[in-house]
């Protein structure tokens, strides 16, 4: 449940940083707060590390976060990812785009989390329970490719 909560609350902040200007984290307390989620600043600070969001300064001088996109801030996501297979992760079971991640009891939020937050290209999204998470990715032969890459990843 808790894991759930916090990749709903990551997959909302990532569209209020595509939506918004945002230049303090206490804006995003507040932008939270008023969605349901109660988040410190701590929390916000921590979120933002997870998604890969950084202050860019922009063309008209101002600082804002931007939600990191490309190939070098998903790698710096990536450790986050392999910490949480090592400490969760069962077994992968890929069946065409579908991957079966079983995961220890309560496991599924943390790890469904982390794989929405390392940007995985090829990954549409997550689907977590208790002890499952059901990533479905883009390609009909996907699940197959992102099993060999994750168990890389751990060796």
Do not use: C, F
Request: proline content about 3%; cysteine-free; glycine content about 10%.
């Amino acid at each position: 449940m808790r894991g759930e909560h916090t990749a709903a609350r990551r997959r909302l902040l990532r569209e209020i940083l595509n939506r918004q200007r945002i230049e303090k984290q206490g804006e995003l307390v507040a932008i939270l707060g008023s969605a349901g989620y109660r988040a410190t600043q701590a929390t916000i600070s921590r979120d933002l590390a997870a998604i890969g969001a950084e202050k860019a300064l922009m063309p008209d001088g101002r600082d804002r976060y931007v939600e990191g996109a490309g190939e070098a801030s998903a790698r710096r996501r990536q450790p986050m990812l392999v910490s949480v297979l090592q400490s969760y992760l069962v077994s992968l079971a890929p069946s065409d785009n579908l991957l079966v991640v079983r995961t220890l009891p309560a496991g599924a939020g943390p790890v469904a989390a982390a794989l929405d937050g390392a940007g995985l290209a090829g990954v549409l999204g997550t689907v977590a329970g208790d002890d499952t998470v059901l990533v479905i990715t883009k390609r009909k032969d996907g699940a197959s490719a992102l099993r060999r890459r994750l168990e890389e990843m751990l060796r």
